[in-house]
């Protein structure tokens, strides 16, 4: 078995060459110097480069005792962020939990996440559930200024305060923002509240890596420092696999192949794709250009999206995660009467059945003309998960490069914002307030 991810992509021939793809590399190597280098655009969001390597003992053991604390002293821990300042956390989580945790006895705090939306009935089922429970708040916003979680915090910290008292609530709540600007920092400062610092140079959607992921992956009770200790792996094990990647699809992309669907055969990587969708999208998609990312959860959504992937229109290709092993063994068993008929496969493990349902599936999907990269992850622990994040972070920022855009900045995120502060008459916004309401009655 390999120690580390892999990376294939014999499966994308036929739409494109060998050929094609190796006449991007040049491009793929000038963007690792450019990374590297730090001459490209948007190299003042670089500080996740070498992030791993550089994460200090003293970091990661504050950040231990933190989650400690708050896994010892609360029943719950309610992470607020969104974006960068969730999913990271929640994708990691996920992958390495038990799949019906939420529904069984925990040894330390239970992690929920809140400001990922502004679903009125999802705080009020949130605040239902803490009523009358010991719980703790990590709220995380590198501007500090953003709507979703603000709320969610002004809504839970009240909460906190009222059940559990100021004192209880100070020493249970921790902010993680910028070093000093936003109104979270002020918050946090007037509360009292432990704080870690998101570094200015690293983007939200590059940041999981920084106490925004570590500190609720460490009170999910999930090792952290294997977690870096992967990533620094692949920081460390130069770019074969980052620039067959990112060639690889840049190749595919002008070919006509527009749609990127990261494939999973289990379901606790659905949030992993999440997270890589944000990534890539606010990586890539910009200036009338880039690879859209879609996701699927396999064989879930075979019965959903299987017919439009086998026979649509033919713009996509897939990049398949495909995990090694389980941690557990389940045998399907033999049935005397076999009226189910499967008694061919007993005796034999789900994960077998699983296996051959996802090279089925790749078969199938390239025979109907979808190009095919295959990522084998060895197992879902928390140091393949760590070389799967910086792999995919480091390819991303080549990628985006070989693409031509700006992969460190978002613009477009921008524009819903002031709409809806224009709509809720936030003060400043009276002009664009007049102009929409022009526009909605025109
Ligand atoms: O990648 C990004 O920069 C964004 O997606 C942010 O993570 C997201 O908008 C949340 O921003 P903030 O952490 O400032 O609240």
Known sequence: MNDTIQVFNNHAMGVVTQEQIDALCPAAKEAVQTLEQGTGEGS???????????????????????????RTDCDYVVAIGIGGSYLGAKAVIEALNDAFAAYKPAAGAKVLFAGNNIGEDYIHDLMDLLDGKRFGIVVISKSGTTTEPAIAFR????????????????????????????ALRSLATEEGYQTYVIPDNVGGRFSVLTPVGLLPIAVAGFDIRALVA??????????DLTIRYAATRNALYRAGKKIEIL??????????????????????????????????????????????????????????????????????????ADLDGLNYIAGRRVDEVNK??????????????????????????????????????RACGISGYVLGV?????????????????????PGYEAQSAAIQARLKG
């Open 263 to 336: 494939v999973n055969f289990d379901p606790r990587l659905h949030f992993l794709a999440e997270w890589w969708k944000q990534l890539y999208g606010e990586s890539e998609g910009k200036d009338h250009l880039g690879i859209f990312p879609a996701s699927v959860d396999f064989t879930t959504d075979l019965h959903s999206m299987g017919q439009w992937i086998q026979d649509g229109e033919r713009t996509i290709f897939e990049t398949v995660l495909s995990v090694g092993d389980q941690k557990h063994s389940v045998v399907i068993p033999s049935d005397a």
């Open 356 to 393: 051959m349902a996802e090279l089925g599936t790749r078969l199938a999907h390239v025979d109907g003309g979808v190009p095919n990269l295959l990522i084998t992850i060895p197992a879902l622990t928390e140091r393949y998960l760590g070389q799967l994040i910086y792999f995919f972070e």
């Open 230 to 239: 992967g990533a620094v792996e692949m920081e460390r094990a130069g770019d």
């Open 155 to 182: 809504l839970l910290k009240e909460m906190l305060e009222r059940q559990q008292g100021k004192e209880f609530a100070a020493r249970h709540t921790v902010a993680i923002t910028d070093a000093a600007r936003g």
């Open 406 to 426: 700006n992969p460190f900045n978002q613009p477009g995120v921008e524009a819903y914002k002031k709409n809806m502060f224009a709509l809720l008459n936030k």
């Open 44 to 70: 003042d969001f670089l500080g996740w480069l070498h992030l791993p390597s550089g994460i200090d003992e003293a970091t990661l053991a504050s950040i231990e005792s933190c989650a400690r604390q708050l």
